[in-house]
């Protein structure tokens, strides 16, 4: 997994993991950091709010699985 940190959780609704490159699993929880390379995946109907390290607000919502990279910034 990538040490570049993408975002901070600020906010989950429903279930939140965060899948590394290897495959392994970790529940999310507010204030937890996302890398470059993660997977975020959430549960059906479930949103997750992001600060991203440019300083701006994302919101994943309807999408279940989104790839965090640079581009997100």
Known sequence: MSTSVIAEIQSIQ??????????????????????????LETSEGGAVQLLLTDGSSY?????????????LL
């Not at 919502?61 to 640079?70: N, T």
């Open 59 to 71: 919101e994943v919502a309807g999408i279940p699985q989104l790839l965090l990279s640079a581009e």
């Open 14 to 39: 429903g279930t939140a993991y965060a899948v590394a490159v290897d495959g392994t699993k970790r529940l999310l929880q507010t204030g937890d950091q996302l890398f470059e390379g993660e997977v």
